[in-house]
């Protein structure tokens, strides 16, 4: 079974906090990573693909490790605004469309 | 990015009656679109597949007939839940992937809150 695994949280950390969250995955022909946020009852939103080498956009770091099947995002200098649910997501490699496993999401909250 | 529209936002129906969800990619073609469902608090997932002129790929568990998918053009796919019931009030959110763009980025509508009385 395909399987993309977080820590449900949830987190809560003072504004200003650095705030990482982990995903595991077990599909290990798994090509494409991604985090999406997503807001109470809102839809998902791209937040940064992730690649092999490791990116960064802003305060956002996202990492991959291949061997472990393991995926991080760092948070830097938390904001109020940071507060959502930040979904792990990696395409289902072997289907025929390149569809989307999703994890169920890791809550984070930033306190003033 | 991409922009993908959703119609109606909320809907609210009764027992028995049929609904139509309307999926739009507004700046971009997509040949194929997909379609999740949420129920409050749990993770999405994937219902169907929608691909423009051909039939939908449905995920195991998902009845074809109760859930009709048509992609008639490549910016509009639609989901119609027939004889809903309680039990199919959920959020349905359709995406699209940008056919231009090499890496599976999917880009959402705004979802449909759909409630069946």
């Known amino acids: 079974r395909k399987e993309v695994e977080q820590d449900p949280g949830p987190f809560n950390v003072p504004e200003g906090a650095t705030v990482a969250f982990n995903c595991t995955y077990s599909n290990s022909a798994s090509q494409s990573f991604f985090w999406y946020r997503q807001d109470c009852r809102k839809e998902p939103k791209l937040l940064m693909s992730v690649y092999s080498s490791g990116n960064e956009d802003g305060r956002f770091t996202a990492q991959l490790n291949r061997a472990s099947q393991y995926i991080s995002l760092l948070i830097r200098d938390s904001k109020l605004s940071d507060s959502a649910t930040y979904l792990c997501v990696v395409n289902d490699y072997g289907g025929s469309q390149g569809n989307l496993i999703f994890g169920k999401g890791t809550k984070l909250s930033v306190k003033p | 990015g991409a922009v993908v529209s959703q119609h109606p936002s909320r809907v609210i129906c009764k027992s028995g009656t049929s609904v139509k969800i309307e999926c739009r990619s507004l700046?971009?073609?997509?040949?194929?679109m997909f379609w999740y469902r949420q129920f409050p608090k749990k993770s999405l997932m994937l219902m169907a597949t929608?691909?423009?002129?051909?039939?939908?790929?449905?995920e195991q568990g998902v009845e074809k007939d109760k859930f009709l998918i048509n992609h008639a053009s490549l910016t509009l796919s639609t989901l119609t839940v027939t004889s809903a019931h309680p039990e199919d009030s959920s959020f349905y959110i359709c995406s699209a992937r940008d056919e231009g763009l090499a890496i599976y980025e999917q880009y959402f509508g705004p979802g449909t809150r759909l409630t069946v009385t």
């Open positions: 929608s691909n423009e002129g051909s039939k939908a790929t449905y």
């Open positions: 700046d971009f073609q997509a040949t194929t």
